[in-house]
């Protein structure tokens, strides 16, 4: 089973920037499609972005121009750099990652990771 691990997250204060990463572990992966969801306090996930193997990006149009996302497909590895935070940044992000692993598909989420960007 491929696992994602999700690092970067935590404390920042408004303005400051942050880059979030999500790494997937295990041999031979191939990673069709990554995925970064965001779940704000007291509402849903939700999809926010992908990026694919061919680097063919997708943003929400609600978070067009608030972040960016990139992938190292030699390490297996998806970012998210998120700069000028704003306190209504502050949510949970997942990262979700499908593909196949030498015959296995999978489709994987990360733990999650706080962002807490204070005022």
């Known amino acids: 089973q491929v696992q994602l691990v999700e690092s970067g997250g935590g404390l920042v204060q408004a303005g400051g920037s942050l880059r979030l990463s999500c790494a997937a572990s295990?041999?031979?992966?191939?990673?069709?499609?990554m995925g970064w969801y965001r779940q704000a306090p007291g509402k849903e996930r939700e999809l926010v972005a992908t990026i694919t193997s061919g680097d063919r990006i997708y943003y929400a149009d609600s978070v067009k121009g608030r972040f960016t996302i990139s992938r190292d497909n030699a390490k297996n590895t998806g970012y998210r750099q998120m700069n000028n935070l704003k306190p209504e940044a502050t949510a949970v992000f997942y990262c979700?990652?499908?593909?196949?692993?030498?015959?296995?598909?999978?489709?994987?989420w990360g733990q999650g990771t706080q962002v807490t960007v204070s005022a």
């Open positions: 295990g041999d031979t992966i191939c990673i069709s499609k």
């Open positions: 979700r990652a499908n593909g196949d692993s030498g015959g296995p598909e999978f489709d994987s």
